[in-house]
Nanobody
Framework: QVQLVESGGGSVQAGGSLRLSCTAS?????MGWFRQAPGKEREGVAAIYTRSEYTFYADAVKGRFTISQDNTENTVLMQMKSLKPEDTAMYYC???????????????????WGQGTQVTVSS
């Protein structure tokens, strides 16, 4: 059983930046960030294959969000820049023990989830 501890998030004005951090208690193959806004489905934002640090991004955040990992601490970071009001959501860290590369931004791939951290972007 892998436990995920998230930190970061908060409130920022449009155009600002925030950084999210997620530390896993054990090794996982994929780690990702998902978000869910009120009344909307959860969507994949970014993911990283921890063996090679290959990254995946949703089109909505490409060029603005960067996911990376700190191998010494089993930690994944997501730097968010040029934030927009539509980025407002609860952000969840997720981890997968599935080494298959199918669906890295699909929530069905992930079997461990963090508690979520709120990101609010005001216009």
């Amino acid at each position: 059983q892998v436990q995920l501890v998230e930190s970061g998030g908060g409130s920022v004005q449009a155009g600002g930046s925030l950084r999210l951090s997620c530390t896993a208690s054990g090794y996982t193959s994929f780690m990702g960030w998902f978000r869910q806004a009120p009344g909307k489905e959860r969507e994949g934002v970014a993911a990283i294959y921890t063996r090679s640090e290959y990254t995946f991004y949703a089109d909505a955040v490409k060029g603005r969000f960067t996911i990376s990992q700190d191998n010494t601490e089993n930690t994944v970071l997501m730097q968010m820049k040029s934030l927009k009001p539509e980025d407002t959501a609860m952000y969840y860290c997720a981890a997968s023990s599935d080494d298959n590369w199918d669906g890295p931004l699909s929530s069905m791939k992930y079997n461990y989830w963090g508690q979520g951290t709120q990101v609010t972007v005001s216009s």
